[in-house]
């Protein structure tokens, strides 16, 4: 039953889609739109790759499909992120700088609350005990409570790092971009060694935030190539996927970081002559970071529970549902703090701007 979901998400997905012709390309394909609708996708992918985790073994393609992809449903997440941090740097300067560490900040205080929430879960519904170190672990992500502990981690801090690169160098894009490698390299080291030892979904795609700063460097300069005719763009999609299938076979960790942005960088070869734009993969990207929080939630109390056991359909369409509603409904109440945080940056930059004067 699964497997005729993943085919509905699927379908929904390609709806309304657009193909260029021949020698045509969607010169607005890193448009916000545009990669909001590429990131609902793996959006819901994310979640398929969790269902597996909770008593769904008897399907057979969406199984086939996860295992496949991996950590590559996150990959476009980071990529996009880092891509977005730069242009926007590019556009707005300093002033945009200044609002990621509030950005941080609120994605912080979510997924607090979100722990908060998995922990009276635990407790009350679930009934199963957990200690105050547990807790206190979970709240600094070194610990899971069931939720997804090194994505919201990840998240958070990689724009704590982009705005302490950009911070001091102002508007010296390329010195920022140049601090930001090194200290996610570092990152790498520190994290794979001793915060999460030897998890390697906790840093292997972290490449792709990087890869997305020397895209938008480059993004001009890569279109006159690539965009000349279907020859040129044929022929760097052809090279693209099979440097992406050779750095697939050789088993150490640089190899698998490789893999993952060189994914990244596909899908933006792939945007290039194809368009995806519908609601609802508008919908998921929109909720996409509670949704990823939350899903566990959802799954582990209807798994626990053996709500609708006897009934695959009821159970899938019950699960899906709930998470999409609970997610809109977590969105909907914490928007204060986008507010709060906005209103906050705009005072400080009133009052910086007042001194300047």
């Known amino acids: 039953m699964l497997d005729i979901f993943f085919i509905i998400f699927c379908c929904l997905s390609i709806f309304n889609a657009k193909i260029k012709g021949i020698d045509n390309y969607f010169s607005d394909y890193m448009e916000l739109d545009d990669t909001n609708c590429i990131k609902g996708i793996f959006v819901w992918l994310i979640i398929f790759c969790h269902k597996r ?6 399907n057979f393609f969406y199984l086939k ?5 991996g950590q590559k449903v996150v990959s476009m997440f980071f990529f996009y992120s880092s891509y977005g941090i730069c242009e926007s740097i590019k556009k707005k300067g300093f002033i945009y700088i200044k609002t990621l560490r509030n950005k941080a900040i609120i994605l912080f205080l ?6 908060l929430i998995f922990l009276i879960t635990n407790i009350i519904i679930l009934k199963k005990k957990v200690t105050l170190k547990r807790y ?12 997804s502990n090194w994505f ?27 601090i930001i490698n ?3 390299f570092l990152h790498i080291k520190y994290v794979y060694t001793y915060y999460y030892p030897k998890q390697i979904y906790a840093i292997d795609t972290i490449l792709c935030f990087v890869f997305g700063f020397y895209f938008s460097l480059s993004k001009k300069y890569l279109e006159k190539i690539i965009m000349k005719n279907d020859i ?15 750095s697939s076979k050789i088993r150490n960790l640089f190899f698998l970081l490789l893999q993952n942005a060189l994914f990244s960088i596909l899908i933006v070869l792939i945007t290039m002559k194809i368009k995806l734009k519908n609601d609802f993969l508008k919908f998921l990207n929109f909720h996409s970071y509670s949704i990823y929080l939350l899903q566990r ?13 006897n009934n695959d359909f009821s159970q899938i369409f019950f699960e899906f549902s709930t998470i999409f509603f609970i997610a809109s409904l977590f969105d909907k109440y914490s928007a204060y703090l986008n507010k709060l945080f906005q209103i906050k940056s705009h005072s400080i930059f009133k009052n910086n701007y007042i001194i300047l004067i």
Not at 53 to 58: A, F, I, L
Not at 157 to 176: A, D, P, Q
């Open 232 to 246: 040129f763009y044929f022929s760097i999609l052809s090279f693209t996927i099979f440097s992406f299938y050779s």
């Open 65 to 69: 499909v996860i295992g496949n992809l």
């Open 152 to 178: 919201a981690f990840t998240i958070i801090i990689f724009y704590f790092y982009s705005y302490f690169s950009f911070r001091f160098t102002k508007n010296n894009i390329i010195l920022g971009i140049i």
């Open 53 to 58: 985790n909770y008593g769904n073994k008897r």
């Open 297 to 309: 939630l959802v799954m582990s109390i209807i798994y626990e529970n053996k709500i609708f056991i």
């Open 182 to 184: 090194i200290i996610c």
């Open 110 to 115: 979510k997924s607090q609350i979100i722990i």
């Open 136 to 147: 206190i672990l979970s709240v600094i992500f070194k610990q899971s409570l069931g939720n």
